[in-house]
């Protein structure tokens, strides 16, 4: 089933290198992705970030695309989407009110949560997110946009990939609650799914979107003020520093960028970390190196204390 799932993947990603934006896929086949994601899903596994290498978890334990669906389609499903990618309004225009930094970001949160388009833009039962942690946070976390569990939750970075982040930041000697964590986008990106079924996976955000939530995420770093910026995957960086910044990840990873007058490191997305344990753990322990250096010169920048075991996290040994 892995082997076939990894085939479909492939495909997928042909198609879409080759300009395919859209397929289509019988309820039928909609139905046997679930089961297969469904039995591969049951407990998320997030890998240590503690210098140490991952003991690697069986198959069966290692996250799937997403959570289990609470309905599976039948092949008299009708195919009816739930409406999803229109045509955005301009993005919003609007003032902080005058006060301290908790009633500006209480006002926000407020806004943001109830603004129509994104209230839209979310399937009834899940929610709009806004960033959470620290108004007093010297370092800002910033990713790409809720999945799953987030919009269930209402906080970002709290599946898989943000309990990778928050080990993460832990192995910085910070904790989660010291931070603040934002994405450039407060809802999660739709996909045309059965009325009444859970989305599956999740895709990118478009370029009208991110420009949409954009006045979102600077109002919470106007409020913040926080020292740096960290972008976290090529999406987060693209929605910074504009699609045409770079052409890969590896053309501005590591590097300082500046976004709203904020120095902004780029680096991997702690997904790609979660996929990249699935590829060994040599492609592993790099993938983590490359992303503890570019935390290196985050934790340099922020004037954090780098222990002597710090600095040589996921260096071969
Ligand atoms: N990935 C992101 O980029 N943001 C989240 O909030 C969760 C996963």
Redesign the pocket.
């Known amino acids: 089933m892995r082997a076939a799932l990894t085939a479909l993947t492939d495909e997928l990603k042909r198609l879409k290198s080759a300009g395919v934006s859209a397929v289509s896929v019988s309820a039928d086949s909609i139905a046997a992705l679930r089961k297969a994601v469904a039995s591969r899903s049951t407990k998320a596994h997030v890998p240590a970030f503690d210098g140490e290498p991952t003991e690697t978890p069986p198959l069966s334990s290692r996250p799937g695309v997403t959570q289990a669906p609470t309905r599976s389609p039948t092949a008299s499903t009708p195919a009816k989407s739930v409406p999803v990618v229109g045509t955005l309004p301009p993005p919003p225009v609007f003032t902080l009110p005058a006060g301290d930094k908790t009633t500006r970001w209480e006002w926000l949160r407020d806004y943001v949560l109830t603004h129509p388009v994104c209230t839209k833009n979310v399937r009834p039962g899940k929610k709009v997110v806004l960033g959470v942690g620290s108004l007093e946070a010297k370092i800002m976390f910033v990713?790409?946009?809720?999945?799953a569990e987030?919009e269930v939750r209402g906080e970002?970075?709290v599946?898989p990939?943000?309990q990778l982040l928050t080990k993460m930041i832990g192995a910085m000697g910070v904790k989660r609650e010291e931070v603040y964590i934002a994405?450039v986008m407060n809802w999660r990106p739709q996909t045309p799914t059965p009325e009444g079924v859970e989305q599956v996976g999740n895709r990118e955000p478009t370029p009208e979107e991110m420009a949409f939530c954009l006045p979102f995420l600077r109002a919470q770093i106007e409020i913040v003020n926080p020292d740096l910026i960290v972008a976290?995957?090529a999406t987060?960086a693209r929605g910074l520093l504009g699609s045409s910044a770079f052409r890969t990840l590896g053309d501005v990873r590591g590097q300082w960028k500046l976004f709203a007058g904020k120095p902004v490191m780029v680096t991997y997305?702690p997904?790609y970390l979660i996929r990249q344990e699935s590829m060994g753990p040599v492609a592993e322990r790099k993938a983590k190196r490359a992303v503890w250096e570019d935390l290196l010169k985050v934790m340099e920048r922020a004037e954090l204390m780098i222990s002597d075991k710090q600095r040589g996290y996921f260096l071969e040994k």
Do not use: K
């Not at 990713?143 to 999945?147: I, R």
């Open positions: 990713g790409e946009a809720p999945g987030e970002p970075f599946g990939a943000g994405n976290v995957g987060a997305h997904s």
